[in-house]
């Protein structure tokens, strides 16, 4: 019975250790069979409740007072009551395309690679929070909006401005992966097509597998056309997310370009399985039964793309 008693008292003397030292974020705690918060760090989510937030806030107050707009990666509207600045929620991984001054980034709906490879949390954090030495919430600094100017230039169609733009931003943040992104699409858009290609290669590097970036490398070998290698793209991307809409309207593309337009309404009935609102797979749906002289079915799949009803309901 002694000994039994030892042991139990022995086993809970790490999780009251943790308890402890990392109050309030005791429930993050993740037992020695995964390496404890460090070997669960990048495979299990930890700050799910967001309870860092309270801290990433009282920080901003005090570091900034007239600090404008406060970002974040998930809004918690009890955080902003009584302050200045504006609330904005933010996707992470397209930073550069919100207005921000800080933005409040927990780990929780980051990719595994970001956290594990360290490219999170990024060159400009100025305050991070710690669970036993791994970074749960990070607070980012803005000091320069050259980023978010060059989205802007490229929403407005203003494609060589935003490469500029983009290209300086980058110089002072070299693994932004969103500022990277971007400029590829700049690049693109901008008939820069070798060089969108070298960003795209370099964010890949940082982020294997970069949905948006390996979509884009298939539409550059779509237009250069290399439809083998864009529906090999496009067919990686579906196979690591099914749910990446975006590539399945691309890929049905593709299949019609080259001639097998069984294989396009084969991945655009797989695309609207999975998402029965998304429009782009009915315009390119209802163009392609058109085309096949199906005009009545057509032109409802391409009325359901403006309207947004269907058999499946309103969007």
């Known amino acids: 019975k002694t000994g039994t008693i030892i042991l139990f008292l022995g086993l809970l003397l790490n999780p009251i250790r943790f308890i402890v030292v990392n109050y309030p974020y005791q429930y993050t705690f993740f037992n020695v ?3 404890g918060t460090k070997g669960a760090y990048g495979n299990y989510e930890l700050d799910y409740y967001f309870t860092s937030y309270k801290k990433a806030y009282e920080y ?4 900034d007072p007239q600090a404008s707009i406060v970002a974040a990666n998930f809004i918690i509207p ?3 009551k009584g302050k200045n600045y504006k609330p904005a929620l933010i996707d992470y ?5 919100s207005d921000w001054n800080y933005a409040v980034v927990c780990n929780t709906f980051l990719s595994p690679n970001s956290l594990k490879s360290g490219l999170w949390p990024p060159k400009n954090t100025i305050y991070k929070e710690e669970v036993d030495g791994v970074p749960i919430m990070a607070i980012l600094n803005r000091e320069e909006n050259i980023d978010f100017k060059g989205v802007e230039n490229l929403t407005a169609g203003n494609y060589s401005e935003s490469v500029e733009m983009l290209s300086q931003a980058l110089e002072l943040d070299e693994n932004n992966e969103s500022i990277l992104m971007n400029l590829a699409r700049a690049y693109f858009l901008n008939d820069q097509t070798d060089r ?3 960003a795209i290669d370099r964010l890949l590097i940082l982020y294997p597998n970069h ?3 390996i979509d884009l490398k298939g539409e550059i070998n779509m237009k250069s056309g290399k439809q083998s ?3 090999t793209l496009f067919k990686t ?3 690591n997310n099914y749910k990446f809409f975006h590539s399945y309207v691309n890929l049905a593309e593709a299949f019609i370009e080259n001639g097998q337009p069984d294989e396009a309404v084969s991945y655009l009935k797989a695309c609207l399985r999975v998402n029965p609102f998304y429009e782009p797979a009915y315009k390119v749906y209802g163009r392609l039964l058109i085309d096949q002289g199906e005009v009545e079915l057509g032109e409802k799949m391409l009325q359901f793309s403006i309207e947004g009803t269907s058999k499946y309901g309103n969007r």
């Open 229 to 231: 290698e864009a529906i």
């Open 237 to 239: 991307n579906i196979e």
């Open 196 to 198: 969108a290609l070298t």
């Open 60 to 63: 901003i107050d005090s570091y």
């Open 33 to 35: 069979l995964v390496g």
């Open 211 to 213: 949905e948006w970036a």
């Open 93 to 97: 991984y397209n930073r550069s395309a």
């Open 78 to 80: 009890e955080y902003y």
